[in-house]
């Protein structure tokens, strides 16, 4: 092959990488025939082949496509992947969730591949998928003021008992509260210091709702308020501030563990995430499609990702510890910086340094002795 480029497709070609279907297409000299990367033929000398970047390409050169792999037509993997955009925008854009052999009916397949299809794709199934959209309405309806009668009506629930049984979960508090930025809602939160920045962690009588980090403390402080810009909102609480003295004893001692109660709000599939992300053993780190595997959706990589990407609570939910297929480190919310610190940390012989020992030590006994005072 003349150039890397060529050598990196000749290799997809060789691999029958579907992944690569749809970004090039290569032809045989000596047939006169253009194919897939992913066709089953069988492969040609590769002094016969030529690449082209599409099917105009390649016919424009006197090529033919492939009777075979049939590369002047949707791909296989981009025909399922339509469908099932269609299927999303029939669940999202319906008043009253569809049933399932409704929306099977509506992309033209059976139920049961249907389903199946869907959730390897989406990583959720259908309802849960109906659920999530009915939330995200909900919530953006009571963000803008609604009613809460109407925003639940508006978003598809068939009653106000049905939504208000997984309120809780979905929103955290009351959906009126929600609505009214947190009004009468408690939220406590304390700050604290480690070597790699402030560190908030804010909790609601369920359990801790959110940690963040940021140099700036000042800021975490205003994304708290911002968040919830009429809820009660209690700093300096002396037993809430053994909390983060655990945090910050957490992240100069990772060996342990938080234990502390959590109250997350998400999707489904989000938490199904969070969930798996918890079973990943200190000093280990997986993928993103390991963890994809984990929850059975084995084709939801990058949904995985984005489900990293909105985890509200930092080191207690440890999304650092997810990397790339490749082993490389990819975006973090909190900083790559700080992500590659905390998994080298984590990675780390258990033994801390005695400066380490002695901050988190002297952080937990000034917590203690402000509850007992």
């Given at each position: 092959?003349?150039?890397?480029?060529?050598?990196?497709?000749?290799?997809?070609?060789?691999?029958n990488?579907?992944?690569?279907?749809?970004?090039?297409?290569?032809?045989?000299?000596?047939t006169?025939?253009?194919?897939?990367?992913?066709?089953?033929s069988?492969?040609?000398r590769?002094?016969?082949?030529?690449?082209f970047e599409?099917?105009?390409?390649?016919?424009?050169?006197?090529?033919?496509?492939?009777?075979?792999?049939?590369?002047?037509?949707?791909?296989?993997?981009?025909?399922?992947?339509?469908?099932?955009?269609?299927a999303?925008?029939?669940?999202?854009?319906?008043?009253?969730?569809?049933?399932?052999?409704?929306?099977?009916?509506?992309?033209?397949?059976?139920?049961?591949?249907?389903?199946?299809?869907?959730?390897?794709?989406?990583?959720?199934?259908?309802?849960?998928?109906?659920?999530a959209?009915?939330?995200?309405?909900?919530?953006?309806?009571?963000?803008?003021?609604?009613?809460?009668t109407?925003?639940?009506?508006d978003?598809?629930?068939?009653?106000?008992g049905?939504?208000?049984?997984?309120?809780?979960?979905?929103?955290?508090?009351?959906?009126?509260?929600?609505?009214?930025?947190?009004?009468?809602?408690?939220?406590?939160?304390?700050?604290?210091?480690?070597?790699?920045?402030?560190?908030?962690?804010?909790?609601?009588?369920?359990?801790?709702?959110?940690?963040?980090i940021?140099?700036?403390?000042d800021?975490?402080?205003?994304?708290?308020?911002?968040?919830?810009?009429?809820?009660?909102?209690?700093?300096?609480?002396?037993?809430?501030?053994?909390?983060?003295?655990?945090?910050?004893?957490?992240?100069?001692l990772?060996?342990?563990?938080?234990?502390?109660?959590?109250?997350?709000?998400?999707?489904?599939?989000?938490?199904?995430?969070?969930q798996?992300?918890?079973?990943?053993?200190?000093?280990?780190?997986?993928?993103?499609?390991?963890?994809?595997?984990?929850?059975?959706?084995?084709?939801?990589?990058r949904?995985?990702?984005?489900?990293?990407?909105?985890?509200?609570?930092?080191?207690?939910?440890?999304?650092?510890r997810?990397?790339?297929?490749?082993?490389?480190?990819?975006?973090?919310?909190?900083?790559v910086?700080?992500k590659?610190?905390?998994?080298?940390?984590?990675?780390?012989?258990p033994?801390?340094?005695?400066?380490a020992?002695?901050?988190?030590?002297?952080?937990?006994?000034a917590?203690?002795?402000?509850?007992?005072n």
């Amino acid at each position: 092959m003349s150039t890397e480029r060529d050598e990196s497709r000749w290799a997809s070609v060789l691999a029958n990488d579907g992944r690569a279907d749809g970004a090039f297409v290569y032809a045989v000299k000596t047939t006169g025939v253009y194919c897939r990367p992913s066709c089953k033929s069988r492969p040609p000398r590769p002094e016969n082949v030529v690449f082209f970047e599409g099917v105009a390409q390649a016919e424009r050169a006197g090529f033919r496509p492939c009777k075979r792999c049939t590369p002047d037509r949707i791909a296989p993997a981009q025909r399922k992947a339509d469908t099932i955009a269609r299927a999303c925008r029939l669940i999202e854009e319906s008043e009253k969730t569809p049933q399932l052999t409704q929306i099977a009916a509506y992309v033209g397949m059976s139920r049961f591949h249907f389903h199946r299809l869907f959730k390897q794709t989406v990583g959720m199934t259908p309802r849960q998928y109906a659920i999530a959209c009915r939330e995200q309405r909900v919530r953006a309806a009571l963000a803008n003021g609604q009613r809460v009668t109407d925003a639940v009506f508006d978003a598809g629930y068939d009653s106000s008992g049905h939504f208000y049984t997984s309120a809780g979960r979905s929103l955290g508090m009351a959906p009126r509260s929600y609505r009214d930025g947190g009004a009468d809602h408690v939220i406590r939160f304390a700050v604290g210091e480690t070597d790699f920045g402030a560190i908030l962690v804010a909790g609601t009588a369920r359990g801790i709702c959110a940690i963040s980090i940021s140099d700036d403390a000042d800021a975490l402080v205003r994304e708290l308020q911002d968040r919830f810009a009429r809820a009660d909102l209690i700093g300096g609480d002396a037993e809430f501030e053994a909390h983060v003295a655990r945090v910050v004893g957490f992240v100069a001692l990772p060996r342990g563990g938080l234990d502390l109660p959590l109250d997350l709000q998400g999707t489904v599939f989000q938490q199904r995430v969070w969930q798996a992300l918890q079973t990943i053993p200190c000093g280990e780190t997986a993928t993103y499609a390991e963890i994809a595997e984990r929850i059975g959706s084995p084709k939801a990589a990058r949904a995985v990702a984005r489900a990293c990407a909105s985890n509200p609570l930092a080191i207690a939910i440890p999304c650092h510890r997810v990397v790339r297929t490749d082993g490389q480190l990819s975006g973090y919310r909190w900083g790559v910086a700080r992500k590659r610190d905390l998994l080298e940390r984590e990675a780390k012989d258990p033994n801390p340094p005695a400066g380490a020992r002695a901050q988190t030590t002297a952080a937990a006994r000034a917590a203690e002795n402000k509850r007992k005072n």
